[in-house]
């Protein structure tokens, strides 16, 4: 199969065109014939056009490529390595929605010709693929898995908005489902990872160590997150305290901040699902998911206590913990319930949010946790603007029903830089200052802005 696809007599198909699709299928065009696929006409026009529509990757990408782009999967037919690259997302139960994956599997099973083989790259759990995707696949060809079709499994590595870390220069795992397979796509794979591939003994340990390496995040992640509350009540910046601890040879730096996105934020409920399904309850891996998602409305939540604390003393009744530390987050509020007086003054605060996709120099808003922090904010009544010069004003409208500004107007009385996209990182304390009231808030979520701190009321994680 190798030989006959570099000698240009077979063809290698790439279903999904998206954030790991598309440049795996351009890597391979730069060598083999290719054919890319995905649902989205509009998409596959840009694509013809030398628009990534994603906004990664510009036009030279696209030059001297040996590829075509339809969203007709009737030309599967003339391919023989198919790699699907589909959407994994959890429902709003947050288990995992398998239906892009199905769709697209069905898609290939039509077409599929003995001798085929077909690469699965969307993240799922261990056992997935051989378990939901192969049935499907002898189902709806008529033929057998392993004697007439091969299937594998390789996990994408890729970071958006990273230019350190490429698909050519990180190891990629590969994974088939006999030695013969295993050997013939690691081959495949070979001559567009340079970096080389890692070869999995079978397609359980591929996927698992996919979900792993973003569980793993994930996890660290939150306990950051699990400490940064806990040494906000005690008046300690979590920063300074990593620095400290940073300097011992084998802690791990990990910071405090959201996780959103497709895969940090989602992957490990895939772990969750299938080891629910095998009567296991995974304690770290769901606390972790819980303390992450509650990010959002915990920073907006000591937004607002910062500001009224600060502007309305008159007006509000403090509850102060027992230790009498003044930035401790306590339950029930900082109003004493049914304060009309302090609640007219609630409705009158306007803050900035800056930065709305769900990580920095990228334009994807999927399950961004900014969206938490804003309506958050807006339940108490308070007139947010959120700005972004990456996020598409529309789809954030259609995605998560808020309306994002243009730009700033006017002053606010809090400015929190929620994602740090370069254009926010090169604003100076003037520039800030600018935005904000006299005696204004900064939160400055990921604490990239510490010298801030000195200019105006600060606060992050
Ligand atoms: N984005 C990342 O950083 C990243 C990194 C590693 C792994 N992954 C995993 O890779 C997979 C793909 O993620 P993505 O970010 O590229 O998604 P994406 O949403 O950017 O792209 C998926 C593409 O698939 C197309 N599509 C959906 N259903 C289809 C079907 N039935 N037939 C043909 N095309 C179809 C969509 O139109 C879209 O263009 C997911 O499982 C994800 O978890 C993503």
Not at 183 to 205: D, S, T
Not at 229 to 257: C, E, H, Q, Y
Not at 330 to 354: I, Y
Not at 358 to 363: A, D, G, L, P, T
């Amino acid at each position: 199969m190798y030989k006959e696809i570099v000698s240009g007599r077979e063809r290698v198909a790439v279903v999904g065109l998206g954030y790991v699709g598309l440049p795996l299928a351009l890597e391979f065009a730069k060598w083999v014939d290719v054919i890319g696929v995905d649902v989205n006409e509009e998409h596959v026009a840009k694509l013809w056009k030398g628009i990534d529509p994603n906004g990664e990757l510009g036009r030279d990408s696209f030059e001297g490529r040996r590829i075509s782009f339809t969203s007709n999967p009737a030309e599967l037919k003339g391919a023989k390595f198919i790699v699907i690259a589909v959407p994994t997302p959890v429902d709003k139960h947050n288990k995992p929605d398998l239906t892009p994956l199905l769709s697209a599997t069905k898609s290939v099973a039509k077409y599929l010709k003995k001798g085929d083989y077909v690469l699965y790259e969307s993240t799922v759990y261990p056992g997935c693929t051989e378990e939901e995707c192969v049935p499907v696949l002898e189902k709806l060809s008529g033929l057998r898995f392993i004697e007439d079709f091969k299937v594998g499994y390789s996990p994408e590595r890729i970071n958006p908005g990273d230019l350190e870390h490429s698909l050519q220069n990180t190891i990629k795992i590969v994974s088939g489902c006999d030695a013969e397979s295993l050997e013939e796509i690691a081959q495949v794979y070979e001559l567009v990872v340079k970096a080389g591939v890692h070869r999995a003994p079978n397609m359980k340990v591929a996927e698992a160590a996919k979900i792993i390496e973003n569980t793993q995040r994930d996890v660290n992640i939150a306990l950051m997150n699990e400490l940064s509350i806990l040494f906000n009540r005690m008046g300690i910046n979590t920063f300074d305290v990593l620095k400290a601890a940073g300097t011992k040879w084998n802690f791990l730096p990990f910071s405090p901040g959201l996780v959103g996105g497709h895969c940090i934020g989602v992957d490990p409920y895939y772990l969750v699902h299938k080891a629910a399904e095998l009567k296991y309850h995974t304690q770290m891996v769901a606390s972790g998911r819980f303390v992450n998602d509650s990010m959002g409305g915990y920073i907006a939540k000591q937004t607002v206590k910062r500001l009224l604390v600060a502007g309305n003393r008159s007006a509000v009744q403090e509850r102060r913990p027992k230790n009498g530390v003044e930035n401790g987050e306590k339950s029930g509020g900082a109003f004493a319930h049914g304060d009309e007086s302090a609640l007219q003054t609630f409705r009158n605060l306007r803050v900035l949010v800056m930065g709305f996709t769900y990580k920095e120099n990228v334009s994807d808003i999927r399950n961004t946790k900014v969206a938490d922090i804003v309506y958050e904010l807006k339940s108490y009544g308070i007139d947010v603007d959120v700005i972004d010069p990456k996020a598409d004003a529309h789809e954030v409208a259609e995605e998560y029903g808020i309306e994002m500004a243009s730009a700033a107007s006017g002053v606010y009385n809090a400015v929190i830089l929620a994602v740090p996209h370069t254009e926010y990182r090169a604003l100076k304390a003037d520039d800030f200052a600018s935005l904000m009231v006299e005696g204004g808030l900064f939160v400055d979520i990921r604490g990239i802005r510490r010298e801030m701190e000195g200019h105006f009321r600060y606060w992050s994680l």
